[in-house]
């Protein structure tokens, strides 16, 4: 099997829509400045977890392809897709696209594992061989990051690693269904074990980085813990040219709460069911559910919410016209590293109501964007909001206004001040 090279294909990019101008966000301010614009250029192979699939990881990755073509970089995209393997050189930035085996396994919907993915090695060697990286960086612990880290050690090049997924929250989750049989005492304690256990196992890939990233300051620190390596912050950005409050073409007078995201068990989803019923009891039933996204968990939603529309995946247009038709954003989550979706939401103008768990909690000011609550008071925060809506709609301005801040292009001009103090980089013309 060999390499073929080409041209791209136009229907396979997606649309590049053109951002306000880049302003470094006050997170990124423990990042070196860049020296002198568009003077450094290290060749970059980049192995994300994700890329075609709906997710976070894959959400960044090509927004991270979209920069490097703006900015003219040189960049190798080395990702799980089509089914012919096909290196395609298009100016700066390559894409090399590899196929999975039968062998491979699902671990969610749309989102795929395979153990033999180590053959397409010589496929990889000879990509990079021809586009000469000067530093690889992964997302994440699966076969691709897996075999970007092995490379980067073969070929001694410096190794730099995104957290993007908290995989060792996810396995704990996922244990529950045989946990859930064990008694109360031993099922918590085998849950923290597994989770001890899958961090432990992780760290051990990112400990071979000598930079790591991480979408809020709680990973940052508990990576640098368990790793040793130097963490530097790593937030997402929003196109709020394609995700603006102008889009909502509502009519009825209803409310409608929203959610995008997978359907599964470690999103927390059964909390919309008890959302639901706290509402009714306080006797606001005029609310219905827009729930944006596909998993397992779907099914189990659709029985137990009484208005309730699950329009599937949606992206692009549709998707930007999905969020400002929400009164509020709920996002119920426990695990997410940063929440793309809720940064989506402000800037269309539409609060968030999250967790103050994990990334989300850093995204929202409380009382200002949007809430941060505990579980239980979820609907309390809900029809609070919803009882003043004169507040309710100067928080709609405030989310619009604080989205506004957060461009794509300062993330990764911050990550490329970071790959400029990793090694030497040669002046490229």
């Known amino acids: 099997m060999s390499v073929e090279s080409g041209r791209r294909d136009e229907n396979a990019l997606i649309p590049l829509t053109s951002l306000s101008p880049p302003a470094m966000h006050s997170s990124l301010a423990t990042l070196a400045p860049l020296a002198a614009p568009a003077l450094l250029k290290p060749r970059v192979a980049y192995f994300p977890d994700s890329f075609h699939e709906v997710n976070g ?31 395609i ?6 894409t090399l696209e590899l196929p999975r085996s ?5 671990l969610e919907k749309d989102l795929r594992y395979d153990p033999a993915f180590l053959r397409h090695i010589p496929l990889i060697g000879a990509a990079l061989k021809r586009f000469q990286p000067e530093l690889i960086h992964i997302t994440g612990p699966s076969e691709l990051g897996m075999l970007g880290a092995g490379l980067a050690h073969h070929l001694g090049l410096p190794l730099a690693a995104s957290w993007h997924t908290n995989v060792h929250e996810y396995l704990a989750r996922r244990s529950n269904w045989f946990l859930r049989f064990l008694p109360k005492g031993v099922s918590q304690a085998a849950g923290r074990k597994i989770e001890d256990l899958t961090l432990a196992l992780a760290a051990r890939l990112y400990r071979q980085a000598g930079v790591l990233f991480a979408p809020n300051p709680k990973l940052c620190v508990l990576l640098e813990r368990a790793t040793g390596r130097t963490c530097l912050l790593m937030p997402r950005g929003v196109d709020a040219e394609l995700f603006h409050p102008g889009k909502r073409n509502r009519k009825d007078n209803g409310v409608v709460l929203g959610f995008v995201g997978r359907l599964s068990v470690e999103k927390n989803i059964a909390l919309l069911v008890q959302v639901q019923a706290e509402l009714e009891q306080r006797g606001i039933l005029d609310v219905r559910f827009l729930i944006v996204g596909h998993g397992g968990g779907q099914a189990w939603l659709g029985e137990r919410l009484h208005r309730a529309e699950f329009p599937g995946v949606l992206k692009g247009e549709a998707l930007s016209e999905a969020y400002p038709n929400r009164d509020l954003f709920v996002f119920h989550s426990h ?5 793309n979706v809720v940064l989506e939401a402000l800037a269309s103008g539409v609060p968030a109501i999250v967790t103050p768990d994990g990334g989300p909690a850093t995204i929202v000011r409380d009382g200002v964007t949007g809430r941060i609550v505990r579980d239980a008071e979820f609907a309390s925060a809900v029809a609070g909001v919803l009882a003043d809506p004169a507040h309710h709609a100067r928080m709609r301005l405030a989310a619009r206004s604080h989205a506004l801040t957060m461009s794509w292009d300062s993330v990764f001009e911050g990550v490329y001040a970071a790959y400029a103090g990793m090694q030497p980089l040669r002046a490229q013309s």
Do not use: I, K, Y
């Open 57 to 87: 990881v894959a959400h960044t990755s090509r927004h991270f392809e979209a920069f490097a073509r703006r900015r003219n970089l040189p960049f190798l995209c080395v990702r799980a897709g089509r089914r012919d393997p096909a290196l």
């Open 89 to 94: 050189e298009d100016g700066n930035v390559w």
């Open 102 to 106: 039968f062998l491979s396994f699902a």
């Open 335 to 339: 695990t997410d590293t940063f929440g």
